[in-house]
Nanobody, 121 residues
Framework: QVQLVESGGRSVQAGGSLGLSCAAS????????MGWFRQAPGKEREGVAS?????TARYAESVRGRFTIAKGKNTLFLQMRSLKPEDSAMYYC?????????????????WGQGTQVTVSS
């Protein structure tokens, strides 16, 4: 059974940095594509970053240059810097057994429960 568990979310001041992790069990990350998504109150969930099976990374325009996605054998990471109040949201990791995913959330099969990031000004 595939399980994804996010961690690392907390409150941070604007301009600060934060790292999120997503621990995967039930499969090896190297054979899957994965992504980070976020949802702020009253807003739709949006794609933040994705990483393909071959390591190709994609980013939403709003986070490009500030966020970095990476994956290990069983853990997905999201390193965030220069955080802004508008980055505040519940952050979710997602996975699918395919070589390429991108930021289209509809193609992801497995989702974690989320971790809260709050950026104060």
């Amino acid at each position: 059974q595939v399980q994804l568990v996010e961690s690392g979310g907390r409150s941070v001041q604007a301009g600060g940095s934060l790292g999120l992790s997503c621990a995967a069990s039930g499969y090896t990350l190297m054979n899957w594509c994965m992504g980070w998504f976020r949802q702020a109150p009253g807003k739709e969930r949006e794609g933040v970053a994705s990483i393909d099976m071959d390591g190709t990374a994609r980013y939403a325009e709003s986070v490009r240059g500030r966020f970095t996605i990476a994956k290990g054998k069983n853990t997905l990471f999201l390193q965030m810097r220069s955080l802004k109040p508008e980055d505040s949201a519940m952050y979710y990791c997602a996975a699918d057994f395919r070589s390429r995913c991108g930021l289209d959330q509809s193609i992801y099969t497995y989702w974690g429960q989320g971790t809260q990031v709050t950026v104060s000004s």
